[in-house]
Nanobody
């Protein structure tokens, strides 16, 4: 079982920045993938990929955030970060951390952190 705890959400003005953190209860080196998804109020049944970092692979970004968001990982802290710059109102969402582990890629999700971009 893997537990994921997100932090760093909040209210920010358009053009501002936030950094989200996701800390795993296991070494991130054991995880096949860690990343961030988001869910907007109008899309309650789907979560959109924001950025993911496959183990040993190249980060993948959604087109809507490419060039503005950066995903990174600190193995010593078992933590993945999402640096969000030039935030837009359409980035408003609940952001969820996701990880997968094992040969069957069992999925784990955090509880989410709210990001609101508004003036």
């Amino acid at each position: 079982q893997v537990q994921l705890v997100e932090s760093g959400g909040g209210l920010v003005q358009p053009g501002g920045s936030l950094r989200l953190s996701c800390t795993a209860s296991v070494s991130v080196s054991r995880l096949n993938l860690m990343g961030w998804y988001r869910q907007t109020p109008g899309k309650q049944r789907s979560r959109e990929l924001v950025a993911v970092m496959p183990s040993g692979g190249t980060p993948i970004y959604a087109d809507s955030v490419n060039g503005r968001f950066t995903i990174s990982r600190d193995n010593t802290k078992n933590t993945v970060y999402l640096q969000m710059n030039s935030l837009k109102p359409e980035d408003t969402a609940v952001y969820y951390c996701r990880a997968s582990m094992g040969v069957t890629n069992v999925e784990y999700w955090g509880r989410g952190t709210q990001v609101t971009v508004s003036s």
